[in-house]
């Protein structure tokens, strides 16, 4: 199914990395196609009253015009960049319990093909509204690490599937079939130290998967040499110049959490490229 409707949450600052993503974003939007949905929350907090004396310095300020909130200056940044690439927007937003602001979300998401999500470097925040995501929306996200907004392209051209043999790493590849197609270079990696003969027949059973759809992909592995898979994933994707990767979220058989450790939180901390993640 092609990818026509996506999602994008704003939460948190106006930062500069924070708007540079947005339109990274809506680029990506726009190159699928695809509509885009963007959905801005803040904590409504109770403020107490500040009563102030006629010589009060902050007389001045308070009796100026408002500055613009911080949900309203990443609303604003949505308006721009979706004007700018000329594609399908709407934006919706609201003040609600900050213990709601990742459930609503996710509620949301549930009604689009993908949810892009900014990713700002080891934030607990963050990485709680990715998990429920990825828990309750039943759809994938695609993450945007802030720290490399830069460099990021918003075509996928290398495309890496990084492949568990798991049952979530089988419904990534299908939610991010579209993109795969799309894509000039599709490689499927495992990383082991073990290259089994269970191994090899997983991968190219996939690589042959991959064909019957016109997606022509190579399979290889990684040694992990005791480093983090995470750290492992991350390395091979930028000595290979890779745009995006393809992942399934939090695995627990046995077999998975010897192949493949705590890739998930390691990853969702830092995503070393454009991140397809689905569970």
């Known amino acids: ?128 509204i990715i998990e429920t995501l990825l828990f309750e929306s039943g759809r994938p996200l695609l993450l945007c690490p802030e720290q490399l907004v830069e460099v990021l392209r918003p075509e996928f051209e290398n495309v890496m599937i990084a492949w568990d043999h798991s049952a979530r790493a089988a419904r990534a590849v299908g939610d991010a079939m579209p993109i795969l197609q799309a894509a000039a270079s599709v490689r499927v990696v495992t990383v082991t130290d073990d290259k089994t003969d269970e191994i090899v027949q997983s991968g190219t059973s996939l690589v042959d998967h991959l064909r019957e759809h016109g997606v022509y992909a190579s399979f290889e592995t990684a040694a992990g040499g005791g480093s983090s898979i995470g750290k492992v994933l991350g390395s091979w994707a930028n000595s290979n110049a890779v745009d995006a990767i393809v992942m399934g979220a939090y695995h627990h058989s046995r077999l998975n959490e010897i192949v493949w450790g705590g890739v998930t939180k390691t990853v969702i901390g830092q995503p070393p490229c454009w991140v397809m993640i689905s569970h």
Do not use: W, Y
Request: with cysteine; charged share 25%; net charge negative.
């Open 1 to 128: 199914m092609p990818i026509k409707d996506v999602f994008l949450p704003l939460v948190g600052q106006p930062r500069g990395p924070a708007l540079a993503a947005i339109e990274k974003c809506v680029s990506v939007a726009a190159d699928l196609g695809a509509r885009i949905t963007a959905l801005a929350l803040d904590e409504d907090l109770f403020v107490r009253p500040k009563v102030l004396l006629p010589d009060d310095s902050d007389a001045a300020e308070v009796k100026g015009a408002p500055a613009a909130s911080d949900m309203q200056r990443l609303l604003d940044a949505f308006t721009v960049a979706a004007s700018r690439a000329n594609i399908r927007a709407q934006s919706r937003s609201g003040k609600v319990a900050e213990d709601q602001i990742a459930p609503i979300l996710a509620e949301h998401a549930r009604f689009s093909d993908l949810t892009l999500v900014p990713v700002k470097p080891h934030d607990s925040r963050t990485e709680h």
